[in-house]
């Protein structure tokens, strides 16, 4: 199975601040990754797909980069809502796997 | 509009096995670019993919839960069922259901809307 590591797996900041969250696949998954949000007792959001498509909806803060095993998901101005707990997903091969998640907290 | 919804009990005893169901509605089962995974998430922990079945009745299974999981669907019914053999304590989750969608190849895939989810406790 393809292993995915988040870091950081918790990050503190403020509304304003630029954030980037990193995931690292095990092996090349070419840009075949997938980034969700999920806030407490609510399911996941699809963020990001194929590495840097915005999904509709999505504001144009969020983006997404990288191909091979080296991804990352930036924040560029964090706004109240956007503290929530964020996955990667890798869609190369089954079985899918996900991040450990990087939970995103208010500084 | 898309929808989808898991059901199910909310207790399973040790050893029993437990089947869920997802009704979706705003996308049809036959659709070849869509299909439907079951995803679940122990409290306080990470997502873990489980299984997904796609109209051509194409399925994939977690490999540490393989010989576990069975899913199908009842496309009259538009439900995706999985079943779960033997549930154990540490399978205390909620259990998610997520439209895939797979526009082009395989591999260009990803879930998206997910359902509420259903909180599965496994105590005796």
Sequence with gaps: DIQMTQSPSSLSASVGDRVTITCRASQSI????????????????????????????????????????????????LQPEDFATYYCQQSYITPYTFGQGTKLEMK | QVTL????????????????????????????????????????KALEWLAHIFSNDEKSYSTSLKSRLTISKDTSKSQVILTMTNMDPVDTATYYCARIERPGGVFINWFDPWGQGTLVTVSS
């Design chain 1, 30 to 77: 070419s840009s075949y990754l997938n980034w969700y949000q999920q806030k407490p007792g609510k399911a996941p959001k699809l963020l990001i797909y194929v590495a840097i498509s915005l999904q509709s909806g999505v504001p144009s803060r969020f983006s997404g980069s990288g191909s091979g095993t080296d991804f990352t998901l930036t924040i560029s101005s």
């Design chain 2, 5 to 44: 919804k898991e059901s199910g009990p909310v207790l399973v005893k040790p050893t029993e096995t437990l089947t869920l169901t997802c009704t979706v509605s705003g996308f049809s089962l036959t659709n070849p670019r869509m299909g439907v995974s079951w995803i679940r998430q122990p409290p306080g």
